[in-house]
């Protein structure tokens, strides 16, 4: 597509409950992140995705956050058993091979954990 | 570690007067650097990079940035700020020696221009 896709735009649970966040790079895109923005807050690097070598998880906050990518294309963001301070807007970005740093960002997805 | 800073949460400025957001920062290698912004409701937008080279990097919409090694900044500028123009904006800061391109970002700061 034109953009980076994300889906839900918003989505509220329950504390203890799993979600999963959807992100559709770029076609082309062989690098693809997801970042967590709180309020008040830059944005924390979560994970990163390059080709078909293995993730770097270094940002991921806990053992409840996993995330995959099939086919070097979708990705999706992973939150087990979520607590209330999992609450933000996770941001999944993608570039080209070779960027560095010039990312298309998609919208978001607002989790609000209640 | 890496860090930025962007040490206003708010700039306020007139329309038609220049803007300047600032932005240090602090790697241990080469840094790479990048402005962002994020319009409400909004994901965010690439402006303009400092990756090697000429140390006033010009972007999107007419803003510019300029690299300076001595003093580890890249503030943002813009001759005449525009109404819309008010977003908030992130300096994000990559390091070449690093394995992978993530960047680290400063928390922002809200521009306000005021008609």
């Known amino acids: 597509g034109a953009g980076v896709s994300q889906s839900p735009s918003n989505k509220v649970t329950e504390k203890g409950k799993d979600v999963e966040l959807r992100c559709d790079p770029i076609s082309g895109h062989t690098a693809l992140y997801w970042y967590r923005q709180s309020l008040g807050q830059g944005l924390e690097f979560l994970i990163y995705f390059q080709g078909n070598s293995a993730p770097d998880k270094s940002g991921l906050p806990s053992d409840r956050f996993s995330a995959e990518r099939t086919g070097g294309s979708v990705s999706t963001l992973t939150i087990q058993r979520t607590q209330q301070e999992d609450s933000a807007v996770y941001l999944c970005?993608?570039?080209?091979?070779?960027?560095?740093?010039?990312?298309?960002f998609g919208s978001g997805t607002r989790l609000t954990v209640v | 570690a890496q860090s930025v800073a962007q040490p206003e949460d708010q700039v306020n400025v007139a329309e038609g007067n220049p803007l300047t957001v600032k932005c240090t920062y602090s790697?241990?290698?080469?840094?790479?650097l990048f402005w962002y912004v994020q319009y409400p409701n909004r994901g965010l937008q690439f402006l303009l990079k400092?990756?090697?080279?000429?140390?006033l990097v010009k972007g999107s919409y007419g803003f510019e940035a300029e690299f300076n090694k001595s003093q580890t900044s890249f503030h943002l500028k813009k001759p005449s700020a525009l109404v819309s123009d008010s977003a908030l904006y992130f300096c994000a800061l990559g390091d070449s020696g690093a394995g992978s391109y993530q960047l680290t970002f400063g928390k922002g700061t809200k521009l306000s221009v005021i008609p």
């Open positions: 400092y990756i090697t080279g000429d140390n």
């Open positions: 970005a993608s570039e080209r091979q070779g960027g560095p740093g010039s990312y298309t």
């Open positions: 790697v241990s290698g080469n840094p790479y």
